[in-house]
């Protein structure tokens, strides 16, 4: 992978996706809540022997990727709160910031801190002059994390899942500023 891990902020450890990962994530992946404002916003509908499936052949092309997703976990009880990625999207045509986290997590600042650890590290990393991140309309959370990392909005794109039109943002490797 292109950044060096395990990232470490403050208050968390960022670390490659193993295996170890996968009863958070798919408890997670599980929760209404969670999920209401991910693609149609129905809950993960895989049994638990197909995710693993499912997640193990994402940690197989992961391994051979420069990007991909990051598990974020406390750093003083090593606690599974979702995981962080930049990664290419062929939804928005580019190399996308992606993040999901358990409901426990939220409200906490943790997306952003975590996001912000990314990005510094990507950039620092690569010669990527933009990163995209989109997020559902009415998922203000989520928006907010991007306002407070730099993004700005940069057009709305049709989503089928969503229904209807989501916002895209970016933010400029001259505009990104990693000491938040």
């Known amino acids: ?32 809540f969670v999920m209401r404002y991910i693609g149609d916003g129905s ?28 598990a974020v976990y406390t750093r003083d009880s090593q606690r599974y709160l979702g ?15 992606g993040y999901r986290y358990c409901r426990a997590a939220w409200g906490c600042g943790y997306a952003t801190e975590a996001a912000a650890a990314l990005l510094g590290e990507v950039y620092r990393a690569s010669d990527f002059s933009r990163i995209l991140a989109c997020a559902h309309p ?29 916002p895209v943002y970016f933010i400029e490797r001259e505009t990104f500023c990693p000491s938040l």
């Open 138 to 166: 009415q998922n203000r959370a989520s928006i907010n994390v991007l306002h407070k990392l730099g993004f700005s909005l940069a057009y709305t794109k049709p989503s089928r899942a969503a229904g209807g039109r989501i």
């Open 1 to 32: 992978m292109l950044v060096r891990t395990p990232l470490k902020t403050r208050r968390l450890c960022l670390k490659l996706q193993s295996l170890n990962d996968f009863d958070g994530y798919f408890a997670m992946s599980k929760d209404p």
């Open 43 to 70: 809950v993960f509908h895989w049994t638990r022997a197909v995710a693993m499936e499912k997640f193990k052949a994402q940690l197989d092309i992961q391994a051979g990727s420069e990007l991909g997703a990051l």
């Open 83 to 97: 995981w962080c990625a930049v990664a290419p999207s062929r939804f928005l045509d580019g190399i996308e910031l």
